[in-house]
């Protein structure tokens, strides 16, 4: 796990992935749409006890870009939810709680859709919205 420098008129800030993950876990905490955390491979993380992934790295990806940051996170959605709207809805959200805990925008947010749930069973996909 490695930590994303910021350079500021103060100094250098070192944040880590901690943070990162309580904002995104956060954020999905706020919204209305059935989505839900999921690693890389597609495996679910338990969605009624997200705050114990707090400080985990699973379901996120982070990099460095010059004075900024790219975010990509993993997720599966519920058959019958919009992929279009269920993803504007996390992009702008994510965006707008990163700007408010850290005062910097992301370079760019991505959001892969690993799988579509739908009663027993889980359809893997990999679908990847970008702004």
Do not use: C
Not at 49 to 68: A, H, P, T
């Amino acid at each position: 796990m490695a930590n994303i420098s910021i350079k500021t008129k103060y100094g250098d800030i070192q944040l880590g992935y901690r943070l990162f993950s309580k904002i995104i876990i956060d954020t999905l905490d706020e919204l209305d749409f059935n989505i839900f955390l999921s690693t890389s491979k597609s495996k679910p993380i338990n969605h009624s006890n997200y705050k114990n992934f707090i400080g985990d790295d699973r379901f996120f990806e982070l990099s460095q870009v010059d004075e900024s940051f790219d975010v990509k996170v993993y997720i599966q959605i519920n058959f019958g939810t919009s992929i279009s709207q269920s993803t504007e809805a996390l992009i702008s959200s994510l965006n707008e709680n990163f700007s408010k805990a850290i005062g910097i925008q992301p370079n760019s947010i991505s959001v892969v859709i690993t799988g579509i749930k739908s009663q027993n069973k889980t359809s893997k996909k990999h679908l990847e919205v970008k702004r």
